[in-house]
């Protein structure tokens, strides 16, 4: 495709562990109907991976994470190096679908339109356990039930699927002290972002399209309930400090709803399988759901706890 917006995009990796989805994500990128103007691939503070990454692209752009260790810093150095007047941003363990591009650039003709982003579908590597509730695939990063099913405006995206017109870098970057470190899973520096662009941009809109696809390779290690509960701990805490960065109405004002719409109707229709039909996967789920949510409470309330401690030592 010759016509639609000119896009750098951006693309984060970490480790040699993931080298071959690495390269996938990559080719996926390059084979898109709406040919990126530049790939830029910033790798995280890893010397011995950007000499891989560099002999293997070579019509790459690839750079060094000048900031901190984390996706922020990396989304960061990125910015600071792209030419393109819209910046799309994906991770080395997604797969663009072949007109991700395209579908943003959609989304840009609209003039109010300040940022785009898309459905991020899961890929379970070792298959999804009957015990995962579907409302709970933000615990993988990936599209949850409840969120647009057509364009729609949206409060924030997820950092695998996202792209802004470059003149919002301006003023504004991602947060530092917030986001996923290595392996670590956290995040909300992407919500902090878009928050905070919407308060910088009244008029501007963040447009989901979920046609604008990526699948999200989800490895086995990350379908144990270990993991599981550690990730909605994580995500509560990394919500306690939103909140302090934007107020806790901003803060949680999606999850709010996705608590009373989405996770209160999923509930019941597990609990009426658990009860009428003794569907073991039933009873699992809603299991996993009271799990999450009590983990995610914890979290939130130990880091919010942590926060008040600090602030009256300081004081």
């Known amino acids: 495709m010759s ?20 390269v996938c994500a990559v080719n996926a990128v390059q084979n898109q109907t709406l040919n990126p103007a530049e790939i830029i691939i910033v790798v995280d503070h890893n010397p011995a991976l950007q000499v891989n990454v ?55 003709e609209h003039p109010n339109v300040i940022g785009a982003g898309g459905s991020i579908e899961p890929y379970w590597l070792g298959g999804r356990p009957a015990w995962f509730p579907p409302e709970f695939t933000w615990v993988v990063g990936c599209t949850y039930p409840g969120m647009p099913q057509a364009r729609a405006a949206v409060r924030n995206f997820i950092g695998c699927n996202m792209a802004f017109r470059r003149e919002v870098f301006e003023k504004n970057s991602f947060p530092q002290g917030m986001g996923h470190v290595g392996g670590r899973p956290s ?29 999200h390779k989800i490895p086995p ?23 302090r960065h934007v107020g806790f109405h901003k803060g949680t004002a999606t999850e709010r709803s996705y608590l009373l719409r989405i996770l209160t109707k999923g509930l019941l229709h597990k609990f ?8 073991w996967a039933g009873i699992a789920q809603a299991s996993a759901v009271f799990c999450g949510l009590a983990a995610a409470a914890v979290g939130y309330i130990s880091v919010t706890c942590r926060q008040v ?7």
């Open 187 to 215: 995040g909300c520096d992407e919500t902090e972002f878009c928050i905070r662009l919407k308060e910088h941009f009244p008029q501007g809109v963040l447009l989901f399209e979920p046609r604008a696809r990526v699948r």
């Open 54 to 108: 560099q002999q293997r692209f070579p019509d790459v752009v690839v750079i060094d994470n000048h900031g901190p260790r984390g996706s922020s810093g990396a989304w960061n150095s990125g910015v600071a190096v792209a030419s393109q007047p819209f910046l799309a941003f994906t991770d080395d363990d997604a797969e663009a679908q072949p007109d991700w591009l395209e579908r943003l650039s959609e989304c840009f």
């Open 221 to 243: 290690a990350r379908t144990t309930w270990r993991y599981f509960l550690k990730r909605c701990y994580l995500e509560g805490g990394s919500k306690a400090r939103l909140c």
């Open 3 to 22: 016509g639609g917006q000119p896009f750098s995009v951006i693309l984060r990796t970490y480790t040699r562990e993931r080298w071959d989805d690495l």
């Open 272 to 279: 009426h399988r658990a009860l009428f039909t003794r569907e």
């Open 309 to 315: 401690f600090t602030s009256s030592v300081e004081i």
